[in-house]
């Protein structure tokens, strides 16, 4: 049975990829901030920016055969120009976006031979939105170390992984007060990922 690694698994994406990964007979160990249940997933309580949290994921399993680094925060709400955005938030969104789950691939490296690592990103990162400054330059910071890794890690398969637009609690915190019923839910695009694991493309950006 094969291994996995999810962060940021308690809501929206992170929990539908965890529920799919299971059904397709994956070991999940999730990471979450908050508790939750979820059948046949191993839930490790934490913040992935700790590092004796990694620590404690990753000595869950003994081979990963797929980390999946989903964990992301957004910084400010409502989304800030650049000019007023906090330097504070900036640093604190880096801190979750890119170097959190670089951190994590660096302690999980030895069990991750022959492994796919994802690193869940954005549109935001290679488009420029007005008022993603703090999130798309993270994203794309991310996108940045990935291809990085890809090259320097030639046993590892790294892809970047956009899920597009989600009907999601960190959605919604960047548009607050609007409505956004129009984007899907995490649960209709899952599923792809695992079309994706199935045909195993090279390193490189996809969207889901």
Do not use: C
Request: proline share 10%; no cysteine; glycine share 8%.
């Amino acid at each position: 049975m094969p291994n996995a690694i999810v962060t940021g698994a308690s809501r929206g994406l992170g929990r539908e990829l965890s529920r799919v990964l299971v059904q397709h007979g994956w070991t999940v160990i999730a990471d979450a901030r908050t508790p939750f249940e979820e059948e046949g997933v191993t839930v490790v309580t934490g913040d992935v920016t700790d590092p004796a949290h990694r620590k404690a994921l990753v000595s869950q399993l003994d081979h990963i055969d797929l980390l999946i680094n989903n964990a992301g925060a957004l910084g400010p709400s409502p989304l800030p120009p650049l000019r007023t955005a906090p330097l504070d938030a900036f640093r604190d969104v880096f801190e979750t976006n890119v170097f959190a789950p670089l951190a994590l691939i660096q302690e999980a490296l030895p069990k991750l031979r022959n492994a796919i690592v994802v690193n869940v990103t954005s549109d935001a990162a290679p488009e420029p939105y007005a008022g993603w400054g703090v999130y798309g330059s993270s994203k794309a910071a991310l996108e940045a170390a990935s291809r990085v890794l890809a090259v320097e890690e030639p046993t590892l398969t790294v892809w970047q992984v956009d899920p597009g637009d989600l009907r999601t609690q960190m959605h919604q915190d960047a548009y607050p007060g609007e409505d956004i019923s129009d984007r899907p839910l995490p649960s209709a695009v899952a599923p792809r990922l695992i079309e994706l694991l199935g045909k195993r493309p090279p390193s490189g950006r996809y969207q889901l």
